[in-house]
């Protein structure tokens, strides 16, 4: 017996959809019925994004959006409602590194790393999270209430990493603001998830893995291999679908076996 789990009549906001993990979130849940925001500040990017789903077929609408800016947060946010509607789907999933030891993160560093991955990351949960809300209380309107909040952190959230230990912390405090929201909004029918990926192979580091380094590192790995972005498709359409509704607060490693 065949399962699906169809999106259709969703609005769905992908916040770093213009390369990465973020292009692939998007156009797996466009494939899956959903209506797709691309949220980045790369347009190029994401309006070339948005020509390949709608030659699928699909529903695709560009925002421009820096997360490490309320005001654009709360700018693109509303105009994603006025322009496509409420937002039923948040795919949280801006974020960005760098590689050093402790001893060498400067200031900037630091805030670089946290302002995109904790503070953008929070104010843009909590500004869709907001009117979620408002609709769930019927003080604003919409024909869905409640809503799909999928956080994405990182085994680095779970495992302490070596050279990149800034992004471990911020990817930790991500998993911890997944278990507060949901707390404190699952009674309202707003589930708040998070998926902790391991090492990936995506545009931004496919030339590490045909290094030296990036070898050894793939010999340490559990099964001595990396993941493709699509290998998290099919934890992402569940946890943003209707079937989710008693999955609230987890934190669910899709890495391998890389945290065990």
Request: charged fraction near 20%.
């Amino acid at each position: 017996m065949a399962y699906s789990m169809d999106l259709s009549g969703r609005v769905a906001f992908i916040t770093g959809a213009s390369g990465g993990l973020g292009h692939q979130f998007a156009l797996t849940l466009s494939r899956a019925g959903a209506a797709v925001v691309l949220a980045s500040r790369r347009m190029e990017k994401l309006k070339d994004l948005r020509a390949q789903i709608e030659g699928e077929g699909g529903d695709a609408h560009v925002m421009e959006l820096d997360v490490t800016d309320i005001a654009s947060i709360k700018s693109a946010v509303a105009h994603a409602e006025t322009e496509i509607g409420s937002i039923d789907i948040l795919v949280n999933n801006s974020g960005v590194s760098t590689t050093q030891r402790i001893q060498d993160v400067s200031e900037d560093d630091y805030d670089y790393i946290f302002d995109t991955n904790t503070k953008g990351a929070f104010f843009v949960a909590q500004e869709v999270g907001k009117r979620m809300l408002a609709r769930a209380k019927g003080s604003a309107p919409g024909t869905y209430t409640g809503g799909r909040i999928v956080n994405i952190a990182s085994v680095a959230g779970l495992k302490a990493l070596p050279q990149i230990g800034v992004y471990c912390m911020s990817k930790a405090a991500v998993v911890h603001m997944t278990k507060a929201m949901a707390q404190e909004w699952g009674r309202f029918g707003i589930n708040v998830n998070a998926i902790c990926p391991g090492y990936i192979d995506t545009e931004i580091n496919h030339h590490h893995w045909q290094t030296e380094q990036g070898q050894k590192l793939v010999q340490m790995l559990p099964r001595k291999r990396v993941g493709q972005p699509q290998d998290l498709d099919a934890l992402l359409v569940m946890l943003c679908s209707d079937q989710s509704h008693f999955i609230n607060g987890a934190i669910i490693s899709a890495d391998d076996g890389l945290a065990v």
